[in-house]
């Protein structure tokens, strides 16, 4: 069965420090997707990133990065230098590429990020 | 582009009452997925519908919901008899085609909230 585990419930930090958001998951599947959602107090769903089981490429977007590491079936997510409108619930997603269970997300518990100003 | 519009963005029900929540997917978008958000929690996985079809509903409740995406209209959510353990946000999100490579589309949920 899969499985995603966010082990950080929650995480403080002041504004300009870097924070890593930890995810660890499971899975029996060789063919598998990996995604990053933010859902800001407002509530909304927001996409941030979507990496494949064969891209191991680590990924930067502006202050965001991503570091995929197959072997610890890790995908960890990094924010430098905070900000006051990075605080949101961050939740991790895993799915199996198979077509015929579209595309059923299993979700972490999330981790809350409080930037502090 | 629209995105993934749902409506009602709140609905409030008394205990015994109907829910309807209503998904209208991106324009060209024929797969439909439904997560539910209870509180304190993670995103779950209700069902999956292509238009006319249920293809997946392993995270349904067995009795008093239901969801439908037809030929015509928006996906509908039921939940009928409403308790208070029903209270949860509601989310929606559609994709081009299925498969685990497809982007899921998510819209802005439905809060419910069962008094």
């Not at chain 2, 929540?21 to 292509?50: A, D, I, T």
């Not at chain 2, 559609?94 to 439905?110: A, D, E, I, Q, R």
Request: charged residues 20%; positive net charge.
């Amino acid at each position: 069965a899969q499985k995603v585990t966010q082990a950080q419930t929650e995480i403080s930090v002041v504004e300009k420090e870097d924070v890593t958001l930890d995810c660890v998951y499971e899975t029996r599947d060789t063919t598998y997707y990996l995604f990053w959602y933010k859902q800001p107090p407002s509530g909304e769903l927001v996409f941030l990133i979507r990496r494949n089981s064969f891209d191991e490429q680590n990924e930067i977007s502006g202050r965001y990065s991503w570091n995929f590491q197959k072997s610890t079936s890790s995908f960890n997510f990094t924010i430098t230098a905070s900000q006051v409108v990075d605080s949101a619930v961050y939740f991790c997603a895993l799915s199996e590429a198979g077509g015929e269970y579209g595309n059923k997300l299993v979700f972490g518990a999330g981790t809350i990020l409080r930037v502090k100003s | 582009n629209a995105g993934v519009m749902q409506n009602p963005r709140h609905l409030v029900r008394r205990r015994g009452q109907e829910a309807r929540l209503r998904c209208s997917p991106v324009k060209g978008h024929s797969h439909v997925y439904w997560y539910r958000q209870l509180p304190e929690e993670g995103l779950k996985f209700m069902v999956y519908l292509q238009k006319e079809n249920i293809i997946d509903e392993s995270g349904m409740p067995k009795e008093r919901f239901s969801a439908e995406f037809p030929k015509e209209g928006p996906s509908i959510l039921r939940i009928q008899q409403v308790v208070r353990g029903d209270s949860a946000a509601y989310f929606c999100a559609s994709s081009p085609k299925g498969g685990g490579n497809s982007p899921l589309h998510f819209g802005n949920g439905t809060r419910l909230t069962v008094t």
